[in-house]
């Protein structure tokens, strides 16, 4: 009777589509950033394509001997499907200077296979701050 049960449970399951999608760009979006101000760089670096992550993570690792970001906000989201541009604004001070500043940048995401990765990440306005070009 048990295993009647399990078997009618586990068809209704299968009949409700309950396959994985994949991650939300939002989730993405929130792993890369969060992970770059907390310094969890592996994680950041997971949401960046394979072939740039070792390049990524020297770059990160070598700036974190100063800069210090404090603070990030999406600012707005313009999602074209497999695509997306999004912009946030940082808040960040160099321990070399102590001057607290807020730079805004644009994000490039595209969606590879299940994953979204960030495919260029630029300065939009705002003092200039090191890792953005």
């Known amino acids: 009777m048990r295993m009647t049960i399990f078997a009618m449970v586990a068809a209704g399951c299968a009949a409700c589509g309950a396959t994985p999608k994949g991650e939300t760009l939002m989730e ?58 999004v912009q946030v604004k940082l808040t960040w001070y160099k321990d070399s200077e102590g001057t607290v500043r807020e730079t805004w940048a644009k994000q490039a995401w595209e969606r590879q296979g299940k994953a979204w990765r960030i495919v260029a990440e630029a300065h939009v306005r705002g003092a200039d701050m090191p890792g953005l070009e």
């Open 28 to 85: 993405a979006v929130r792993t890369y950033n969060e992970g770059v101000r907390w310094e969890r760089f592996a994680a950041a670096a997971s949401r960046v394509p394979a072939r740039e992550r070792e390049t990524f993570l020297d770059e990160r690792e070598e700036l974190a001997d100063d800069l210090r970001i404090t603070d990030y906000e999406v600012v707005r989201v313009k999602d074209r499907g497999d695509a997306a541009d």
